[in-house]
């Protein structure tokens, strides 16, 4: 299934950005953040036929606090996210690792992190949504950045575009059946542009049959409208469902 993040429609209504993405995907991934902020909205049961993902909020949410009331925030925050998906009837909540601010840090930031692994594995469990914790670009200050860390029972979803900025997507893409979710967007490896497919030099065809056979859902990430109906039409031309 191939859905569309409301990102792309960030300026509009929430309202208005689901009657965007309704009459060219079959699933809208809720970027819960300015506008879209599903804290605020008062109305969470959309007459719109979509299915729905929800990505938790980039700010404010630190999994991988230093400071322990922090990082408890943050899982009371996905906590309040994952029961907002089921109000949505979302199965897929899509969180980010954590952040550190020094290099001296990061050891102890992956300390909290293996803790919070722990506690987002019990809000899956409690709520039957599944938390898939998201590979980051190429920021030192994020954690995630390769595929050599044990999420234990949570979902991953791969970003795509963020691991082309690091070089590492071929290896990421080796996860095969393990790849819960996926961002789909391009760039030209440097920074994370998140151009339309095609736009950057990401050799999807050479991984669309993996895209295929994984039945996960891809969502394309990009700014605007038109670079999400030209990311449609890449897919399309290439395939994939």
């Not at 929430?14 to 902020?37: R, T, V």
């Not at 897929?92 to 930031?109: E, I, N, Q, R």
């Not at 409690?126 to 995630?144: A, H, R, S």
Request: aromatic content about 8%; some cysteine; overall charge negative.
């Amino acid at each position: 299934m191939i859905g569309v993040s409301s990102f792309a429609f960030h300026e509009l209504p929430l309202s208005e950005a689901l009657e965007k993405i309704e009459p060219i995907a079959d699933c809208a991934e809720i970027f819960s953040e300015g506008a879209h902020d599903l804290f605020r909205e008062e109305e969470l049961a959309y007459s719109y036929d979509l299915k729905y993902t929800v990505h938790a909020p980039s700010t404010d949410m630190n999994l991988s606090s230093l400071r322990e009331p922090i990082r408890l925030a943050a899982i009371g925050l996905a906590k309040g996210m994952a029961d907002i998906c089921n109000e949505l009837d979302s199965d897929v909540l899509v969180v980010h690792p954590g952040y550190f601010s020094y290099p001296v840090d990061m050891v102890h930031a992956q300390r909290a992190f293996e803790r919070s692994i722990v506690d987002l594995e019990d809000i899956s469990r409690d709520t039957g949504v599944m938390m898939c914790i998201e590979n980051m670009p190429k920021w030192d200050c994020f954690l995630l950045r390769n595929p050599d860390l044990d999420l234990g029972g949570n979902g991953f979803t791969l970003d795509i575009g963020h691991a082309n900025t690091l070089g590492n997507l071929n290896d990421f893409l080796e996860m095969g059946d393990s790849i819960s979710h996926f961002h789909l967007h391009d760039n030209n490896g440097a920074i994370d542009e998140h151009l339309f497919i095609g736009g950057g030099n990401i050799d999807f065809p050479s991984f669309s049959d993996l895209l295929n056979k994984n039945k996960a859902i891809k969502v394309i990430e990009n700014k605007c409208e038109e670079d999400v109906l030209k990311s449609l039409e890449a897919l399309h031309l290439m395939g994939i469902k």
